[in-house]
């Protein structure tokens, strides 16, 4: 079950088009260099609805689904996977709130995000402790009407430049860490929010990606998400909602990657013939091709059954782990296609490749993922 | 038993350029990959030295060694991350040409400059339209009296900024079997007629002044054909086992770095309380690229060690190549993935290691060249 019903494909030309229509390559060549965040860009997709389209009609989203936002990312990447990573990262995180969130905090932060007014983002991870959540160390003690949290996170999308970040800190220090830690909205301006910055990185350059240090950063107690005691689950839930929005930016750049290549070795002559003539031309593109239609169906059929309110059977994960994969093998095999040109930045392929590795890393990175599939499918042992 | 036969002498010139790299190259490598070239100064250090040209004679001022220090400066150099001083396409693959064809009034004018590093290489046989095919160059040479006038561009040329002679390909026009029409040249910077593109923007290889260079009614003294007439693509054909086999060390040595790197992190980065290397997912990763590693170095070893002994390996060095250069590229991959997030900052060695090794699986004849080369070898 594959195909698209009429909305859906209505979205994915919309997306394609604009996408045609406002991301323009030299530009972007530019922009990835200065790690320069495509705020113009975003400003206008934001106008037209292509941030937060998963988000309730009654916050300004789409009130469409998960399928439909990869939609969008997948048209995204393939034409540009730096501004389709912005532009898909702008609201990193904020299905937390749509989620977990009540009226107040939906109402206080989701139109902003899918105005394109704020950004988000979210830190679950800490240096200590890795990719490993239950040894999160970040604290949140409540104070009367205040939480007051401190600790650091790394590696924050949109570090330093979110309007609104998703902390997941321990609440009971006592307590195992399926009920012992909690997730928090927290606002960029808070004071005690100490950002140092990552620096470039091998790709996604144009998301700013931080450390963050909180020191005494008092929010109210309405900025709690959900249930106290809950954050371990709902950050596992999210990872699952989460995957399948990066495998269909992975897709997404999969798919240019494909395309890119395809074109040049259809006109590319060497010894008198187009690369498209060569058997091991032809053999390298059915592979690429067999690679990005894998990665799509898992990715729709993960974004499908999440839409159906089904159980995910990890198929998220495992739709962000084929993915991402895909993204890097059939990048690599697109520069190793354009030869020389592949590695000049000029043909975009070396930077879908840098901005795919950087993708396969999210999440916690896939042994993380994979060790989390173990746990589910072999249960606990006697 | 070792496969290479190191001399104490070999060690001795191994710690002086481990010396010369730390005090001389690494604090500035960070300024190179930023200005994409290396200053000219640094070749000339180089070669004062005594680190360019090992393998030439006294007679050049060169240190009169043997491939072993070749393969020492590719391993010595690796630690510094950088690319942009070319030592070993310098050393092993442009000036080879001018020290086995070159006539004696050549050499005495250009080897002593190439060992002291007043005359910086490059070799330019890539075009726009001729990449893996090389015959298909469309650079002409021309004779007219005793000079030869050059036409037409070649691109992704490393060193093609600070080079300050240029081995060149071109072919006669007149002459139709298109392997026969195909001549050397030497060609000076600064001759009118020879123009030097910018640097070219890459993935990886930033230190490294890689560009376009243009010839429009470039005419230089017909003394400048290195070798016969017509004899190029021999001579290409000629210098092809010795460029792969700097490409298998330059993949060999790379992935050493990387693994090297990766175990030191895994070691001493805890998490949660505990060395990452004590999980044996990661255990086991970085055993198999250990393995992987031994494997590139046994085989690259072994290579050399024909190579200096005279043999024949065309086909075992289009092995290598490919091989050891696939290694590289694979080997940062999982060290990436092993290190996390952090592994993709540029401010982790890996993120560079990997944008760097990727070019290696292209250049000097992409792995898919390598491995027509060795089927038509093989028999088959």
């Given at each position: ?18 996408a045609?229509?406002?991301f323009?390559k030299d530009?972007s060549l530019?922009?990835e ?41 997948e048209a995204?990447c393939r034409k540009d996977s730096s501004?389709g990573t ?116 091998l790709g ?45 930016q992975c897709l997404g750049t999969a798919a240019g990657a494909f395309d890119r290549a395809l074109t040049y070795v259809k006109e590319r002559e060497q010894f008198n013939r187009k690369l498209a003539a060569f058997e091991i031309t032809r053999q390298k593109i059915a592979e690429m091709a067999i690679q990005v239609e894998q990665a799509r ?25 084929t993915a991402a994969r895909t993204a890097v093998a059939v990048a690599d095999e697109a520069i190793q296609l354009f030869g020389g040109y592949g590695y000049m930045k000029e043909s975009e392929v070396e930077r879908l490749y840098r901005d795919a590795k950087v993708a396969g ?22 | ?82 690319t ?41 046989m890539t075009e726009p339209g001729a990449g893996s095919d090389v015959a298909g160059m469309e ?14 561009s070649k691109t992704f040329i490393s ?41 070219l923007e890459k993935m990886g290889w930033?230190?490294q002044?890689t560009?376009e ?27 092809l086992?010795?460029e792969r086999?700097?490409c298998s060390?330059g993949g060999?040595?790379a ?63 289009s092995m290598a190549k490919y091989w050891t250069t696939d290694l590289a590229n694979r080997m940062a991959n999982r060290?990436i ?16 290691a990997l944008r760097d090794a990727r070019v290696m699986a292209i250049f000097a004849g992409t792995n898919e060249i390598m491995k027509g080369i060795a089927a038509k070898?093989?028999?088959l």
């Amino acid at each position: 079950m594959t195909e698209l019903n009429r909305s859906q494909k209505q979205i994915r030309k919309a997306a394609s088009d604009f996408a045609r229509g406002e991301f323009d390559k030299d530009r972007s060549l530019d922009m990835e260099s200065a790690n320069e965040f495509p705020e113009d860009i975003w400003k206008k997709a934001a106008d037209l609805g292509f941030v937060g389209v998963h988000f309730p009609e009654d916050f300004s989203g789409g009130g469409m689904g998960i399928l439909d936002a990869c939609l969008i990312s997948e048209a995204f990447c393939r034409k540009d996977s730096s501004i389709g990573t912005a532009l898909a990262l702008s609201a990193s995180g904020a299905e937390c709130l749509v989620r977990f969130g009540d009226a107040a905090v939906k109402d206080a932060f989701l139109p902003r995000i899918a105005e394109g007014e704020i950004r988000c983002g979210y830190g679950f991870f800490e240096s200590g402790c890795g990719a490993d959540l239950s040894g999160v160390e970040t604290t949140a003690v409540k104070n009367d009407d205040y939480w007051i949290i401190n600790g650091a996170k790394s590696h924050v999308a949109n570090g330093g430049v979110a309007g609104v970040y998703v902390v997941l800190c321990r609440t009971d220090s006592e307590a195992s860490p399926e009920k012992g830690l909690s997730l928090f909205v927290v606002e960029g301006d808070r004071e005690g929010i100490d950002v140092r910055s990552s620096g470039r990185k091998l790709g996604a350059n144009m998301v700013a990606s931080a450390d963050l240090t909180f020191s005494n950063v008092r929010i109210p107690v309405a900025n709690l998400l959900g249930k106290e005691g809950k954050g371990l689950a709902q950050a596992e839930a999210f990872f699952e909602e989460a995957g399948i929005l990066i495998a269909a930016q992975c897709l997404g750049t999969a798919a240019g990657a494909f395309d890119r290549a395809l074109t040049y070795v259809k006109e590319r002559e060497q010894f008198n013939r187009k690369l498209a003539a060569f058997e091991i031309t032809r053999q390298k593109i059915a592979e690429m091709a067999i690679q990005v239609e894998q990665a799509r169906l898992i990715t729709y059929e993960a974004a499908r059954r999440f839409d159906a309110g089904k159980a995910m059977d990890n198929l998220g994960t495992m739709a962000r782990i084929t993915a991402a994969r895909t993204a890097v093998a059939v990048a690599d095999e697109a520069i190793q296609l354009f030869g020389g040109y592949g590695y000049m930045k000029e043909s975009e392929v070396e930077r879908l490749y840098r901005d795919a590795k950087v993708a396969g890393l999210t999440l916690g990175g896939t042994t993380r993922l994979k060790n989390r599939i173990a746990d589910s499918v072999i249960g606990k042992l006697k | 038993m070792e496969i290479l036969n190191y001399t104490e002498e070999h060690n001795r010139f191994r710690e002086r350029l481990r010396e010369f790299c730390e005090t001389e190259i690494m604090p500035h490598v960070d300024q190179w990959e930023a200005d994409h070239i290396v200053p000219k100064a640094i070749w000339q250090k180089m070669g004062r030295g005594g680190f360019l040209c090992p393998t030439l004679t006294g007679e050049y001022g060169a240190i009169g060694g043997d491939f072993i220090h070749s393969l020492i400066v590719c391993e010595e150099l690796s630690r510094t991350l950088q690319t942009g001083l070319a030592a070993g396409l310098h050393s092993d693959v442009v000036v080879p040409y001018i020290e086995s064809f070159g006539s004696d009034e050549q050499k005495r004018k250009y080897l002593p400059g190439c060992v002291s590093g007043d005359i910086v290489t490059a070799v330019a046989m890539t075009e726009p339209g001729a990449g893996s095919d090389v015959a298909g160059m469309e650079t002409t040479a021309v004779e007219d009296g005793d000079e030869v006038v050059i036409n037409g561009s070649k691109t992704f040329i490393s060193n093609g900024v600070i080079c300050d002679l240029v081995v060149l390909a071109a072919k006669d026009p007149a002459v139709e079997n298109k392997h026969q029409a195909v001549s050397l040249y030497l060609v000076e910077d600064g001759t009118p007629g020879f123009k030097k593109g910018t640097q070219l923007e890459k993935m990886g290889w930033h230190s490294q002044d890689t560009a376009e260079l243009f010839f429009t009614n470039c005419r230089i003294p017909k003394s400048n054909r290195l070798g016969d007439k017509g004899s190029g693509f021999f001579m290409l054909m000629g210098k092809l086992q010795q460029e792969r086999l700097v490409c298998s060390m330059g993949g060999v040595v790379a992935a050493e770095r990387i693994l090297e790197y990766t175990m030191e992190h895994c070691k001493t980065t805890r998490v949660c309380g505990k060395p990452l290397s004590k999980s044996q997912a990661i255990q086991f990763a970085l055993v198999e690229m250990a393995t992987e590693a031994k494997l590139g170095r046994t085989f690259m070893e072994k290579l050399v060690a024909d190579h200096m002994a005279g043999e024949n390996v065309i086909v075992e060095t289009s092995m290598a190549k490919y091989w050891t250069t696939d290694l590289a590229n694979r080997m940062a991959n999982r060290a990436i993935d092993l290190v996390g997030e952090f592994g993709a900052l540029e401010a982790c060695p890996l993120s560079r290691a990997l944008r760097d090794a990727r070019v290696m699986a292209i250049f000097a004849g992409t792995n898919e060249i390598m491995k027509g080369i060795a089927a038509k070898f093989m028999g088959l």
